[in-house]
């Protein structure tokens, strides 16, 4: 994962969604040119589903499951990932973590391998950036089954760059950061009472989005009203 640290300063107003807040400064952080990581590639029998409690699917098998010093606490779940091996490049989603890989290697869906390589090689070397998400339409909120307004669990979906934190409007004029899970949902154990809720959400690059009016709504996605800023080419 890219170090926030290491990208040039630059400033953004905050993209407001919904809400009546004044623009307020932030950081951004878009490298320069993407970080290449170096590892190598092997194949599992993948879903769709796994360690980032997304959803499974067969129609969406362009996928992976990151080592576990990238997988960074499932910071970088969701995240779109082009992967370069032997006979070619595959762009993947990241949807799992892979405990025995090494710093640098992802285990891929058969699929994706057979896109860098023979699949009867079983592990290649690869090298490996993070690239935007074309995603469409705005981020959204997915609601644990078993949120309530006194333990409520969020997870952010459909986004074009990795999640770095999740906060919400907990008095007039304060926002409390929610803490993040390895499982990739954000969990504020005592709740964060019956909503609707206004999120601010943070990507590693320094975008944010303020959304107003989110409903609670367990167990379904609840949309939001935009999505993070692309990163100048």
């Not at 469409?136 to 609601?143: E, K, Q, V």
């Not at 952010?156 to 304060?174: A, D, F």
Request: charged share 10%; hydrophobic share 40%.
């Amino acid at each position: 994962m890219e170090s926030l640290q290491s990208f040039p300063v630059v400033l953004l107003s905050f993209l407001v969604a919904g809400c009546m807040e004044s623009p307020v400064s932030v950081v951004l952080r878009c490298p320069d040119s993407p970080t290449i990581h170096r590892g190598e590639a092997t194949f599992y029998n993948a879903t769709g589903a796994g360690a980032c409690s997304f959803d499974s699917s067969k129609t969406d098998l362009m996928v992976g499951a990151m080592n576990q010093f990238e997988y960074a606490g499932s910071q970088i779940c969701g995240a779109t990932v082009s992967v370069t091996g032997p006979s070619g490049t595959v762009v993947i989603r990241v949807v799992d973590l892979c405990p025995g890989c090494a710093d640098g290697s992802i285990d891929l869906s058969p699929e994706a391998f057979a896109q860098i390589a023979d699949t009867s090689l079983g592990r290649v070397p690869i090298t490996w950036y993070i690239v935007e998400n074309n995603v469409n339409g705005p981020i959204l909120y997915h609601f644990m089954p078993a949120s309530s307004q006194y333990w409520t669990a969020v997870q952010i979906r459909n986004h074009r760059y990795p999640i770095y934190s999740l906060e919400y409007l907990s008095s007039p004029g304060k926002f409390t950061m929610v803490d993040r899970t390895g499982y990739n949902y954000f969990v504020q154990p005592n709740g964060m009472g019956s909503g609707p809720y206004i999120f601010r959400v943070t990507d590693i690059y320094g975008h944010v989005v303020v959304d107003s009016a989110i409903a609670m709504m367990p167990g379904q996605d609840v949309p939001g009203h935009a999505q993070f800023q692309e990163c100048s080419p």
